[in-house]
């Protein structure tokens, strides 16, 4: 490509690019924003004459021109603060990239004013499209809201609940069925665990698989072993205490996240439990707190970062084509991480 010298005293637009490359306005946009709808070659000559010239995308300019906003929201109902903000962060990181920028909205279901605030928050900031967080994303009233207002979204869950353009799903029920197979490769067979709030599908996801492979290994999970917790540090601290209290005591504890798997680890040592020795803990997630903590904490490895990346991803994709592009399903795996909390049962 010959070299292009910006000339005029005047920054250079979007129709200049255009000009210089000999594509259209909506081509020069669908390099911007990363679309994969252009060819390598068209793409080379965008980027290169972009960078030679010093166009740099104005966002008013953007929304005046495409009609519009070049502004996604992140809806969430969520205790557990780390996933949320890994989330974000995959979500920032596809939004740098295409030239969007995000809102955040957390909500509480419980309100009577959930729904209504969602449908303003969506207005009041004239969203191109929202990602939604769960249990929220679980919510099939939120998700008629949006449909309502013509607003595209994209949904994260551990199951498919929305056609295939709609969902980004992780898969749960393989992390939850490893600790399962880990525990009793280890030998332990009194094992506790502390679930995650039954209103959110994650909790139900990794009980049921971790109950199905430690029944494959013939190891029944007692009910008074089992303790719902809220994923918070403080749920996990006061199941953790129900658990470590009884007799026979178990000898590893499953706790479905790091947060409530931080909390066990509180009431071991208040109680003189000694961590790995005495006591196993897996977690579920492997947020930063899993090396965190001493010993470091066996989990599962959820890639919410991944997660909100592919969401956002999938997201401006529809949002700058013409058609409903991203049909084909996304996800990913969730896998164990084994440190130095799981050893096997003393004796």
Not at 301 to 319: N, Q, S, T, V, Y
């Amino acid at each position: 490509m010959e070299a292009v010298t910006w000339t005029l005293d005047r920054p250079p637009t979007i129709n200049d690019v255009a000009r210089l490359a000999h594509v259209s306005k909506k081509t020069v946009s669908r390099v911007i924003n990363q679309s994969p709808f252009v060819n390598e070659e068209t793409r080379t000559i965008i980027n290169g004459i972009i960078e030679q010239i010093g166009y740099v995308p104005s966002p008013q300019a953007r929304g005046l021109a495409f009609q519009r906003s070049f502004l996604l929201g992140l809806v969430y109902d969520n205790p557990n603060a780390q996933f949320i903000v890994n989330i974000q962060e995959g979500v920032l990181a596809a939004c740098r990239l295409a030239g969007f920028e995000l809102v955040v909205h957390p909500c509480d279901q419980k309100s009577p004013h959930f729904l209504n605030d969602a449908k303003q928050f969506v207005q009041r900031q004239n969203l191109d499209g929202v990602i939604v967080v769960p249990p929220a994303s679980e919510n099939p009233q939120l998700v008629e809201v949006l449909r309502d207002l013509g607003c595209r979204y994209v949904r994260l869950s551990a199951v498919s609940l929305d056609e295939a353009a709609n969902m980004v799903v992780y898969n749960d029920r393989q992390g939850a069925a490893e600790v399962a197979e880990h525990l009793a490769a280890l030998g332990h067979r009194d094992i506790g665990f502390i679930a995650g709030p039954s209103r959110h599908r994650s909790a139900h996801e990794r009980r049921e698989s971790f109950v199905s492979a430690l029944k494959s290994h013939g190891i029944t999970l007692r009910p008074e072993m089992v303790e719902e917790g809220a994923y918070t540090f403080e749920s996990g601290e006061v199941c953790a205490t129900r658990l470590l209290t009884r007799e026979p005591r178990p000898t590893a504890i499953f706790a479905s996240n790091d947060e409530m798997a931080a909390g066990v680890y509180k009431t071991a040592q208040r109680l003189g439990i000694s961590i790995p020795r005495d006591l196993t803990i897996v977690g579920f997630d492997d947020s930063p707190i899993a090396t965190r903590l001493w010993p470091s904490l066996t989990t599962v490895r959820l890639p919410a970062k991944d997660l909100g990346r592919l969401a956002a991803e999938k997201l401006i994709i529809r949002i700058s084509s013409d058609e409903e592009e991203g049909h084909t399903a996304t996800g990913v795996v969730s896998r164990m991480v084994v440190r130095e909390s799981s050893v096997p049962p003393r004796g």
